[in-house]
């Protein structure tokens, strides 16, 4: 279940372990985000007019869980062209955990030169974890899931979000069934405007401005 956070507070927490770019781990059973739930059709139904209200590719929008992280709803939106993001906040640490969903991809050459969170130009280290990517750089780790025509990326900072917090966060990424999708997008339906009150406009007679002058006015 989706929990809805008020504010989207600072980070804090422990350190972690950097490891080197394409070391392997035999045998390791990383994340995979499309194992971690069925797939909606994106292209049809709440969710696809939910996103495209917002400027989202419906198949870019993913949802993902952790032991005492709610999601801070205001974090939601569109991530460069229609890509998604979104930011769930633990309730006794405030630390934040990033769900990103972009157009592109990931591999051995090109992990490297992709900077983890918006830090460019910060030295990035990968290290395969399974089907996922463990990236390190700039003070903030991620797990890197490439899917098909895009890639799922959980990330937070280091001295936050322990690496096995994370992990798990990253093999729970899935595409939203309908009650995710209600929870996690916005409606895509206006919201109702309230009539503006005048107070110029008498409560009786034909409505008329009342352009009475005082004594003295």
Same mark, same amino acid.
């Given at each position: 279940?989706?929990?809805?956070?008020?504010?989207?507070?600072?980070?804090?927490?422990?350190?972690?372990?950097?490891?080197?770019?394409?070391?392997?781990?035999?045998?390791?059973?990383?994340?995979?985000?499309?194992?971690?739930?069925?797939?909606?059709?994106?292209?049809?139904?709440?969710?696809?007019?939910?996103?495209?209200?917002?400027?989202?590719?419906?198949?870019?929008?993913?949802?993902?869980?952790?032991?005492?992280?709610?999601?801070?709803?205001?974090?939601?939106?569109?991530?460069?062209?229609?890509?998604?993001?979104? !930011? %769930?906040?633990?309730?006794?640490?405030?630390?934040l955990l990033r769900l990103a969903v972009d157009r592109g991809t990931i591999t051995a050459a090109t992990c490297p030169e992709q900077?983890?969170?918006?830090?460019?130009?910060?030295?990035?280290?990968?290290?395969?974890?399974?089907?996922? %990517?463990?990236?390190?750089?700039?003070?903030?780790?991620?797990?890197?899931?490439?899917?098909?025509?895009?890639?799922?990326?959980?990330?937070?900072?280091?001295?936050?979000?322990?690496?096995?917090?994370?992990?798990?966060?990253?093999?729970?990424?899935?595409?939203?069934?309908?009650?995710? !999708?209600?929870?996690?997008?916005?409606?895509?339906?206006?919201?109702?405007? !309230?009539?503006?009150?005048?107070?110029?406009?008498?409560?009786?007679?034909?409505?008329?401005?009342?352009?009475?002058?005082?004594?003295?006015?």
């Open positions: 279940m989706i929990r809805h956070a008020r504010v989207l507070p600072v980070l804090v927490l422990a350190p972690l372990l950097l490891a080197a770019c394409g070391s392997e781990k035999a045998g390791a059973s990383g994340p995979s985000a499309s194992a971690a739930g069925p797939a909606a059709a994106p292209g049809t139904g709440e969710l696809a007019s939910r996103a495209q209200a917002m400027g989202v590719a419906p198949e870019l929008v993913y949802v993902t869980e952790a032991p005492g992280f709610t999601l801070a709803q205001q974090s939601v939106g569109v991530l460069g062209d229609d890509g998604f993001s979104a !930011t %769930w906040v633990d309730g006794e640490t405030n630390a900077p983890v969170g918006d830090m460019s130009g910060e030295h990035t280290t990968c290290e395969r974890d399974g089907s996922a %990517w463990y990236r390190t750089g700039a003070g903030r780790h991620e797990y890197a899931l490439p899917e098909e025509g895009h890639v799922v990326r959980v990330s937070a900072e280091t001295d936050a979000v322990p690496r096995d917090v994370l992990r798990a966060a990253a093999r729970a990424a899935h595409r939203p069934d309908a009650a995710e !999708t209600d929870a996690l997008l916005p409606s895509a339906e206006p919201a109702p405007s !309230t009539p503006v009150e005048r107070g110029d406009l008498p409560p009786f007679g034909d409505g008329a401005p009342d352009n009475h002058v005082d004594v003295g006015g």
